[in-house]
T-cell receptor, first 112, second 117 residues
Framework: GENVEQHPSTLSVQEGDSAVIKCTYSDSASNYFPWYKQELGKRPQLIIDIRSNVGEKKDQRIAVTLNKTAKHFSLHITETQPEDSAVYFCAASTTNAGKSTFGDGTTLTVKP | GAVVSQHPSWVICKSGTSVKIECRSLDFQATTMFWYRQFPKQSLMLMATSNEGSKATYEQGVEKDKFLINHASLTLSTLTVTSAHPEDSSFYIC?????????????FGPGTRLTVL
């Protein structure tokens, strides 16, 4: 089955700096890669996603890049703010199967 | 985006009792829902895929008789933890696929915190 590895497990940055979280996956059939933000005690919220036919996608301060050949994808957050502090999960799935395999999560702390 | 609700949001029960958790898609129909378990500071562990009108598909290592799943309608899936024990205490989260979106996005419920005494 699919295996997703996520790094780093914790990340601390100063407000205004950029943050990068990286994930690798094992199943070449995976074609959909969402990123979720989860605040303590709350549900995961989809923040951005990318399909395998696209190399990069951007939404304001958030961007995701995908290297299908190397089987890795990354989340980039620019101009970080304290409210960006949360746990971020990457995931990989095939759209037909629907079920996602999640990375172990990255706890991001943005210091004011 | 689509809305998924869960009930109850938290429950405390005695060891040996059964607990039912409901997952509802409020503004869309979901032929497929997923049940996850999450331990503190850990990732989401998929327990099973709930399919409307058919049997659930359980992940390896998840006891079918322990975690009963019923997906009786296009908007409701239930997870029943039978004969609960303290080790079943966890945060249970469901998600539902909104097939109106391409790719079909998963939307998560708010989660149910189960504490077994």
């Amino acid at each position: 089955g699919e295996n997703v590895e996520q790094h780093p497990s914790t990340l601390s940055v100063q407000e205004g700096d950029s943050a990068v979280i990286k994930c690798t996956y094992s199943d070449s059939a995976s074609n959909y890669f969402p990123w979720y933000k989860q605040e303590l005690g709350k549900r995961p919220q989809l923040i951005i996603d990318i399909r395998s036919n696209v190399g990069e996608k951007k939404d304001q301060r958030i961007a995701v890049t995908l290297n299908k050949t190397a089987k890795h994808f990354s989340l980039h957050i620019t101009e970080t703010q304290p409210e960006d502090s949360a746990v971020y999960f990457c995931a990989a799935s095939t759209t037909n199967a629907g079920k996602s395999t999640f990375g172990d999560g990255t706890t991001l702390t943005v210091k004011p | 985006g689509a809305v998924v609700s869960q009930h109850p949001s938290w429950v405390i029960c005695k060891s040996g009792t059964s607990v039912k958790i409901e997952c509802r898609s409020l503004d869309f129909q979901a032929t497929t829902m997923f049940w996850y378990r999450q331990f503190p500071k850990q990732s989401l562990m998929l327990m099973a895929t709930s399919n409307e009108g058919s049997k659930a598909t359980y992940e390896q290592g998840v006891e079918k008789d322990k975690f009963l799943i019923n997906h009786a309608s296009l908007t409701l899936s239930t997870l029943t933890v039978t004969s609960a024990h303290p080790e079943d205490s966890s945060f249970y989260i469901c998600s539902a696929r909104d097939l109106r979106e391409v790719p079909d996005t998963q939307y998560f419920g708010p989660g149910t915190r189960l504490t077994v005494l």
